[in-house]
């Protein structure tokens, strides 16, 4: 989530009035091949033109978004808002039209996923993105469907002002059933969309090819006190060439929304020397000013920093964080503040995530 806005828990729940004129679109063109077959080509489709990669279509009004969604596909699609860039803990838009049936079906889901594991897209109690139409051609389905902006359902995520990580994927075939197993996607693929700001032009033109997390690792809070900070150290990974991150953008575990204060990334001093082996392989450590290490003294270059009610950092289109092949091992060391008045023990997974062109 990229902003926490006060009392947004006290959000009333309305219905859909009106239609919205979709008036944005966008092509999600980052499309990774699970199988060796290549895309279908595209055919006209009914009021559109011609598509050779997944599209979306969306507008706005104060309270609601709609959005359509044009996939080369005949079977299962889906759009999710995600929080790093990848698919755990990921809000998705998941919808078909029955092959067997006709049958539209347009779903709410929340996706859990483990490395290894079947993909565990889970139908969210609260149903709250709501069909409007759909149809399907020899190679192409088109899904139309409206949900609030902000809904009363602590595993939805908002629509929010700033550029929104997206995930997309699909697959050529339909589930069993409705409430059946998922096969996983034969296609999927990122993007960075500002669904709410007109002009927007911060994204450069280049794509996005890697995401850099800095994460908690599902964290447990302990709840001990009512102020706690907790970091974790993290190297930079191996890159080949030199590259600028473009987006920071804070990301808050629905879990552990009501205990978070605020995110900082510190570069640490090259060559710092960590006694603690579980602190240097990137065990969670509580770093409060009671907890004063050599760690902390020697991790204080600011990357990033964020604070409750603050929103994405978009760099300039002449500017960027240089991220570069001699960075390969650097410590940059994660500190959360939780403000734990109750002192809930909850699993936390906070990021700051930097993305990369």
Known sequence: MASIQTGWLLLLCLGHISAIQLDHEQLLNRVHIHHSRELTDSAAMTGSAAVESPQIQWGTNESHIEVQL??????????????????????????????????????????????????????????????????????????????????????????????????????????????????????????????LERGASLVPKEPIVAHLNFTMDDFRVPGQKTSEFHCRLLRVPKYDRKMHAVLQTPVVDPRAIDLLHHIVIMGCKSGIQIANASVANGDPFACGPEDYTNVMAECYEVAAIWAVGGKDTNYPANAGFPVTPEMEGRYYMLQVHYNNPQRKSTVSNCIDLIDVP
């Open 70 to 195: 044009i996939y080369p596909t005949t079977g299962w699609m889906a759009l999710g808002l995600t929080p790093n860039g990848g698919m755990d803990q990921s809000d998705v838009l998941f919808g078909y039209l029955d092959d067997k049936t006709g049958k539209l079906v347009v779903q709410d889901r929340f996706n859990n996923y483990k490395p290894g594991s079947p993909v565990d897209l889970t139908l969210d109690e609260q149903q709250d993105w709501t069909a409007v139409s759909g149809s399907q051609n020899a190679t192409h389905t088109t899904i139309r469907a409206v949900r609030a902006l902000r809904t009363c359902d602590f595993v939805d995520r908002p629509f929010v002002h700033g550029f929104m990580k997206v995930i997309f994927s699909y697959h050529s075939s339909d589930p069993a059933s409705e409430t059946g197993p998922i096969l996983k996607h034969t296609q999927r693929g990122s993007g960075l969309i500002n669904f």
